[in-house]
């Protein structure tokens, strides 16, 4: 089931950020949405995971889901080993499934011989890696990103960004990933949304066809597909 939003409005004392705002985000689909900073997308994903409440309208099909969420930061328990924190996730699983999805989504995120570390043993990718799988671990329908590869640098995001693929194309589930930087938007997303300044509007949607050989900096298909973006941004 998809996740459309019909008529929302939301504002923080006089500023507005959404008036009658309409979007449908489809099912087990990865959509991308881009623009500036500032301009609410944080706020929309909180009000689709029902942890900020719209001022007006409704957000349909979003009660009936399971969501996960990957933030800026990983927002790891510095007192927990790795596997402690993947855990705290999963505390209805019996514990011979908590170690099976555990051993599973470490492994694919290449952290397998890391379970018994602490984070602050861990670098800032590696920490990356463990919310990721920290994510696919929980039993959820819908994953939402609230850019989490904004502090990165750009070698290291690359290969998050193929890490996270490598995951999701064995595991397909909604994902509704925010960003303001337009690579990420190209290599992670099928369907891109790009907002305006507030009161938001959807300057513009659409299907990304870009294969993956044409999903680097070098190609001049993603160069071409990328400054037309950035025209529709400015």
Known sequence: MSISLRHIDKAFNQMVIYRDFSMNIPDKRISCILGPSGCGKTSLLNMIGGILPQDHG????????????????PRLLPWKSIRKNLELVLDNQPIANKNQLIDRYLRVVGLEHFADYYPGQLSGGMKQRVAIARAFSYPSDTILMDEPLQTLDPRLKWNLMKTFLKIWNKDKRTVVFVTHDVDEALV???????????????????????????????????????????????
């Open 188 to 234: 992670l997303g099928e369907e891109i949304f790009v907002f305006s300044q507030p009161p938001v509007q959807i300057k513009h949607q659409f299907t990304n066809t870009l294969s993956e050989q044409d999903k680097n900096n070098e190609n001049q298909k993603f160069f071409d597909l990328k400054n037309s973006i950035i025209n529709i941004l400015d």
């Open 58 to 73: 409704s957000i349909e099909g979003a009660k009936e889901k399971q969501f996960s969420f990957i933030f800026h930061e």
